[in-house]
């Protein structure tokens, strides 16, 4: 048993143990920086724990050139402040890392939320006390921290995954993940750069840095379907005409199944004759962001045949921009429709390939044997490098999850509750974990719409609910057991009318570089019903009393809830 810590046996002698905090949340990316702003705004004992020396999640991590939003900027950006909407000029239609790192930072200063915060600060294990109804938390360095409420605002991709591939570390020149991009310049001028993966970042920053490294050797084991992203500059007058339509652009991106501007065309794939159905996509294939992907025919994510003809339309789009034939042929994806895998963005991708000095190497027919000591092996030669990029993905949704030791009630680890994937109550409860709250979580609407959009809505929800156990005094709350099966099914049973389901992506918990998450294993991550329906469902929970979990006031539960209803779980 853990020993007691000073303040804790103090605690228990004045007969009410008090937690350090009401509140504690981990992870300072844009989510954690919303909750907090949220809480502090409540008066309320909070802080946000970060293991990196600064904020920003995703935005202060990933610095390699060429990463950027796949969302237009002004729909990413926080919707609660008038007064920030009227000052934040984006610059660019599809901001970068440099930009949307600023903002998130100017955000924090113009709300003073950097006081709430503790950076370089990675929490190990997070522990529920049942006896005394909060969380016990202990950091790298020692450090041990108590919480009434445990808030996980970790991200959907935050922890990088490498590949397993013998000899890396003997590789002499420089490598790093995208995810680890140094923070100083990277000399990229004449230097042999190999690039292993064609994911969304391989394909960002393979065409970032192609004019600007000596020679460049992309790694391919599966192409991705890709579209061009379309981006430009936002002038003063264009912004100034996008913040008097604020209001309107927010109500759209509530109103879409992505929580984007992108509506999707509802006039029925088979109901257009093929003409008009071309005449739609090449409009498509000009519109910048994720039109390609979200304003066409609903079809193409559930019938074979629509995602088929479809996909043949862009299959002959890659071919006019690769002038070698039998590259061209490499660059498009045989094993999956355009689609059902997250669609990456791509600025001048396919003209890459068409450069003297970039070069296609199909490991899917030569596979990796090894890393050397200057470079990479495969099964047909060696290749020299002085720097090697691996843009191989990461261990997502629940990935950071797994790297903490959380343990639930009678010592439960939510790493064995989930290891063949997770199971919540809305995405934003787990039973067996009281008092864990998770605003943007795995089989919640946020992972696969618009994600600031889905964590403004899953913030405001936690938020209300704690205000609610607040005002009435409770110190535990707990999803049913019931509620969560009925939720998870449900997210399973989405699945089921979507290809997305066969695909393997990390949306299906496919990741060839950790055990146990080959393909085949799916993983029932996001919630597919769209996020108009997400908030329909979850305020509808809350409008009945916060039904499906379990509040109680003391620190042990009733035998029998004593508040609210367990039964008839919204469907
Ligand atoms: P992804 O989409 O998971 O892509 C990872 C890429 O790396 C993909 O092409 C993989 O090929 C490739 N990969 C992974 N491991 C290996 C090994 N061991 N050998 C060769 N190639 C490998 O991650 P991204 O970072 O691109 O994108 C993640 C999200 O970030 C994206 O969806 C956006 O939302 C932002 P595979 O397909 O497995 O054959």
């Known amino acids: 048993m853990r020993k007691q810590t000073r303040m ?12 350090d905090y009401e509140v504690i949340v981990i992870g300072a990316g844009v989510a954690g920086i919303y909750q907090i702003k949220r809480l502090a705004d409540l008066g309320i004992k909070a802080t946000v724990l970060d293991a990196a020396p600064d904020l920003g999640g995703t935005w202060y991590w990933n610095r390699y050139p060429g990463a950027r939003f796949d969302s237009e900027s002004y729909t990413y950006g926080y919707s609660f402040s ?7 000029h984006w610059k660019e239609r599809f901001s970068g890392q440099p930009e949307n790192l600023r903002y998130l930072n100017h955000v924090a200063d113009k709300f003073d939320l950097r006081k709430h ?5 990675k929490v190990e294990a997070a522990h529920f006390d049942e006896t005394d109804s909060l969380w016990r938390l202990r950091t790298e360095d020692g450090r041990e921290l108590t919480g009434r409420f445990l808030i996980m605002a970790t991200g959907l991709l935050s922890i990088p995954t490498l590949p397993r591939l013998e000899g890396m570390d003997s590789f002499k020149g420089r490598s790093f993940h995208t995810f680890y991009w140094p923070h100083e310049p990277v000399e990229l001028a004449g230097k042999k750069v190999a690039v292993i993966g064609t994911g969304a970042t391989g394909i960002q920053v393979i065409a970032e840095i192609a004019d600007k490294v000596g020679d460049l050797t992309v790694f391919q084991r599966r192409p991705n379907w890709s579209a061009p992203l379309n981006n430009g500059p936002i002038s003063e007058a264009e912004m100034a005409e996008l913040r008097a339509r604020y209001d309107e652009i927010f109500a759209t ?13 509802r006039r029925g794939f088979w109901q257009v004759s093929r003409e008009e159905r071309v005449a739609l996509w090449d409009r498509l294939y000009e519109h910048p962001g994720f039109a390609i992907w979200l304003r066409n025919f609903r079809e193409i994510f559930m019938d074979d045949a629509a995602n088929a003809e479809f996909s043949a339309y862009i299959a002959d789009r890659i071919r006019r921009r690769v002038k070698d034939p039998a590259i061209a042929e490499k660059l498009i994806p045989r094993d999956h429709g355009f689609g059902v895998q997250r669609v990456p963005m791509e600025t001048r991708y396919f003209e890459v390939y068409n450069r003297d000095n970039a070069r296609l190497v199909d490991i899917s027919e030569t596979p990796l044997v090894r890393v050397t000591e200057s470079g990479l092996r495969t099964t047909e030669r060696d290749y020299d490098f002085d720097i090697i990029v ?18 639930g009630v009678g010592g439960e680890k939510l790493r064995d509750k989930w290891k063949d994937g997770p199971s919540t109550y809305l995405g934003m409860f787990i039973h067996g974990f009281p008092n864990l709250l998770m605003p943007a979580g795995p089989q919640s609407g946020s ?3 618009n994600y600031p959009r889905g964590i403004e809505t899953g913030v405001n929800w936690c938020t209300d609910f704690l205000e609610h156990v607040w005002e009435r005094g409770y110190m535990r709350a707990e ?15 989405m699945y089921s009318v979507m290809l997305m389901r066969k695909a393997k992506s990390w949306f299906t918990g496919y990741n060839s570089n950790i055990p146990g998450h080959e393909h085949g294993r799916t993983r029932y991550f996001v919630y597919n019903g769209g996020a108009p329906k997400y908030v329909s469902r979850i305020s509808d929970v809350a409008a009945k009393g916060y039904e499906g979990i379990v509040l109680t006031s003391g620190s042990t539960p009733p035998a029998t809830p004593s508040v609210t209803g367990i039964a008839g779980v919204a469907r």
Not at 390 to 407: E, K, M, R, V
């Open 82 to 88: 008038k007064e920030l909407l009227g000052e934040w």
């Open 253 to 265: 991106c509530a109103r879409t199944p992505g929580g984007f501007e992108h509506e999707p065309d």
């Open 390 to 407: 691996y843009a191989t993905g990461f261990d997502a949704i629940t990935g950071a999850f797994d790297h903490i030791d959380i343990q």
């Open 8 to 19: 804790e046996q103090e605690q228990i002698m004045i007969g009410n143990p008090a937690p």
């Open 479 to 493: 999803a049913t057991a019931e509620a969560e099966q009925r939720w998870t099914d449900h997210v399973i049973q």
């Open 117 to 121: 915060m503790q950076f370089n600060c």
């Open 447 to 449: 992972a696969s719409t």
